[in-house]
């Protein structure tokens, strides 16, 4: 479906959640992608023994960290965010909840559409892809939890989280290989978990259902084509069409390189923005305000959310146990 004049039908910007599923379904139609990644590749393999390592670690190309985990600081809020081939899914600590019901009665989005009768297929389509399943190995943690629980009189609320992980089969140890569980053998070998407890640093056993062993992996199949380290600087409208019936022009540049920045133009008849809610904006107001993408609503940057997570410590003076 590749057409004259243009290298790609569809040019996305990030390769995380967003990007990786609308390339593989893209791809899937028969449509040219070109998947943009300012972040690395990183397989099992390459991931540092713990997070001491900063410089594979951290992501902050000007300090020459090319890592794959971010923190960005705001006066009222502190982001953290995972830039590699895979986005977030590299770093991310693999639970996948549905949200409840309620949820869709409530906010900016409950009367766009009729969400409790929408999202649940596409939830259940999610979790086929991700492999999610219930946590199958309670470590030391687990069972601390829960009795903290029984001890506050919320015991019944305990229950596994669901995760996106390749646990082993009942009675094996894990760290073994497998031919893909998941696809009927046209995804990639996967190795089974080993509770190393290691999902955020990087897993290093192959059993986290990171994006590029599933909906990246079969975009690059079908022939997306992933650009790592090469970050979108520029986004215009061709011939000055502002409503982009002519395509866009797009400049890349080496994400990893102070001097020598390989800038690039592409000519694409679509772009998705799929660089994170922090990325996406960011680029966004630089696009609107340099008049690249003179067009964008005023009302970009408004009504933005955190996800209202709570990150709690809790300190354990138990000595002889490694939670
Ligand atoms: C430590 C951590 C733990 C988390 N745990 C969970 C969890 O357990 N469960 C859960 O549901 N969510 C979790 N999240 C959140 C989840 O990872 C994000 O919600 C999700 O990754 C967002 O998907 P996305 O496609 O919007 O962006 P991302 O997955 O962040 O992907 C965006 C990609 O765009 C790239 N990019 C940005 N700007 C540019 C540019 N200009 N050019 C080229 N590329 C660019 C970035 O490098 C990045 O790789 C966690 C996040 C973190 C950081």
């Known amino acids: 479906m590749t057409t004259n004049n243009y290298d790609y039908d569809y040019l996305i ?13 893209l791809t899937e139609k028969g449509y040219s992608v070109a998947v943009m990644e300012m972040g690395r590749r990183w397989e099992a393999k390459d991931f540092a023994k713990n997070n001491w390592n900063t410089r594979r670690w951290i992501w902050r190309p000007g300090m020459k960290l090319f890592g794959y985990f971010n ?42 559409a009729d969400w409790k ?11 086929r892809m991700l492999g999610v399943t219930d946590n199958k190995i309670f470590g030391p943690a687990d069972h601390m ?15 596994p989280t669901r ?29 089974t978990c080993t509770a190393c407890g290691g999902c955020m640093t990087g897993c290093k056993h192959n059993a986290k259902n990171t994006l590029d062993k599933n909906y990246l992996y079969f975009a690059e ?44 133009t592409w000519r694409v008849r679509n772009v998705i923005f799929s660089a994170s809610s922090l990325g996406t904006q960011e680029m966004l107001f630089r696009l609107k305000q340099s008049g690249s993408l003179p067009n964008i609503s005023d009302d970009l940057g408004n009504r933005v959310r955190t996800n209202a997570e709570s990150i709690l410590g809790v300190r354990f003076f138990g000595k002889d146990v490694d939670m």
């Not at 910007?13 to 379904?25: D, K, L, P, T």
């Not at 965010?81 to 409840?100: F, H, K, Q």
């Not at 390749?166 to 046209?186: A, I, L, M, R, S």
Request: aromatic letters at 12%; a negative charge; proline letters at 6%.
């Open 13 to 25: 910007i990030g390769s995380g959640f967003g990007g990786s599923v609308s390339a593989c379904r």
């Open 71 to 112: 923190m960005r600081f705001f006066r009222h809020v502190t982001i953290i965010c995972g830039n590699a081939v895979g986005g977030g899914s590299i770093t991310y600590a693999n639970t996948l909840l549905v949200p409840p019901e309620h949820i869709w009665d409530e906010g900016t989005w409950a009367d766009a």
């Open 117 to 127: 009768n929408e999202m649940p297929q596409h939830y259940a389509k999610a979790e």
């Open 145 to 159: 939890l829960k009795k903290m629980g029984e001890a506050v009189g919320v015991g019944h609320t305990f229950k």
């Open 163 to 191: 995760v996106a992980t390749f646990f082993p089969p009942e009675g094996e140890e894990g760290g073994k290989t497998y031919p893909d569980p998941y696809f009927n053998g046209e995804g990639p070998d996967r190795g």
């Open 221 to 264: 199949k079908n022939g997306a084509k992933v650009y790592e380290e090469t970050k979108v600087v520029d986004v215009k409208p061709l011939n000055g069409k502002a409503d982009g019936s002519d395509g866009y022009e797009v400049t890349t540049e080496c994400s990893s390189s102070w001097f020598n920045k390989q800038r690039r």
